[in-house]
């Protein structure tokens, strides 16, 4: 879990968003480690790839990220 890089895990992340967030949990964990061992102070997600890309979805997913301690923001 720890052995990915930041952007497998952002990956991750989004392949179990388009899964009906299966497993999300985990991908965050690991998503939360690969920042730290990067040293990432928040990660970032494409609005094109997420499965609800409107303004409910993206703060609703950063309502919930923050919640594990993950600030998010979003790109083009």
Partial sequence: MSDLSLQQAIDNIYASINNDNE???THIAALKAAMAK??????????????????????MMQSYFKKKGIAVSFTA
């Fill in 23 to 25: 497993e999300i949990d």
């Fill in 38 to 59: 990067e040293g990432a102070k928040e990660a970032v997600f494409e609005t094109a790839k997420l499965a609800q890309p409107n303004r409910q979805g993206r703060k």
